[in-house]
Each structure stands twice: as C-alpha cells, then as structure tokens.
C-alpha cells in the first residue's frame, strides 16, 4: 500500500485514503474466503450423489486451499492496480485544489522564513509578557510593603500626637523640652523597677532563711 501519508485528503474525507483502501481489501479478502467455503460445501453435497467417487473430503480441502492460493495472487495483484489509481484519481486532492478552510492561505501567503520570523516574534512577545508580569508582581509586593510601612508610620504620628498631648498636659510645648521630660520620667521608672527588684531579692532571701 501507498506509503504517503496523504494528511490532506485525510483532513478532507475525515479518514486517511489508505485506511479506506485497507478496509476494502479486508472486505473482499473475507468475501472470497467465505465464497470458497460455499464452493467447498457445494461440491461436498454434489459428491454424496455419487457413492462410488472415490475422492474424499480431505482432498477437497486441499484442492479448495489451493485454488484459494491461486484467487487470492491474482486478486493481490489486481487489487494492486485499482488501489493505485483510486488512490491517484479518486481519493487525491491536485495539488493546485484548497479547502475551504484553508482560503485563508491563499490570501496571506508564507514562506517557512516568514513563518519561522512570526513565531520568533510570538516568543518575544510571550517573554516580554512574562517579564511584565513579573515585574507587575514586584511592584504590588512592594505597594503592599509601603501600605504597611505607611501604617508603622501613621502609627508613630498618633504616638507623637499623643505625646505632644501629654506634654501639654504637663506645661511643656517644646519638643526638645518634652523629650527630655520624658527621658527624666523614662529613667525615673527605671530606678522605682530596679528599686522594687532588690526589694523583692531582700524579701526571697528573707523567705529562704527562715
């Protein structure tokens, strides 16, 4: 069989021109097969009307199997013939012949250089997608890391308004003034804290004498 693998027409008639072929050479294989097996039965029965014929069933088979060789050479050969010219004049699309589909072609023609640059170009652009995407990405991770710096930020604003308050509260409006009333007031809690840890140290060592 043709070893062409014919995917035009095969895109056309929705099956491969050599599968078509395949399946009617089985057809007729079987059907000779079959019609032999009746010629056999016949000239069986034929042969039980003479009870003196001295040819027996099994040289039937032989010679049915035989004649069966000799059926199927000449029909491979002649099957050969009609194969290649249904494959040539009925199951083949001319080369000059577009489908329908395929109009398109013909209207925006490409040679393999064109086709090869125009796919070139689809992977640049698919990476300069990808590195955009990429860098978009990075850009929304750093908006997320500014909004949260912006809200430590606005945190410390309330801080310093709170503080500005307390200042005031107490009859200081300097900044410098109210650092520094803080620092004192800072280092005031810590002698109170480190006064209140040796007294707590005096007592356990109390506790533990007794």
Known sequence: MSVNPMAYE???????????????????QDYLFEMMLVVESVI?????????????PFQIRKSTEKFLLFMKEHFDKLFSKMEEVLLQLVLNIPKN????????????????????ALQ???RQLQEQYRAEASAGQALRAELEEQK??????EK????????ENICREHGTCNF???????????????????DVEEKSKKIKKHDQLL
């Not at 095969?10 to 007729?28: H, K, S």
């Not at 650092?179 to 480190?194: G, I, R, S, Y």
Request: glycine share 4%; charged share 25%.
């Open 176 to 194: 410098k003034e109210s650092f520094a009333f803080l620092t004192q007031n800072a280092k005031k809690l810590q002698d109170v804290l480190k």
């Open 97 to 116: 012949v577009l489908l329908p589909e395929d109009k398109v072609h013909e209207q925006y023609p490409y040679s393999k250089e064109q086709f090869q």
């Open 148 to 153: 949260a710096v912006r809200a430590e930020l």
């Open 44 to 56: 069986l029965k034929k042969l039980d009307g003479f009870p003196d014929c001295k040819i027996s």
């Open 156 to 163: 410390i604003l309330q801080w310093f308004d709170g503080l």
């Open 10 to 28: 095969a895109q056309f008639f929705g099956f491969t021109p050599q599968t078509c072929m395949l399946r009617v050479y089985i057809a007729f």
């Open 120 to 122: 070139d170009e689809i």
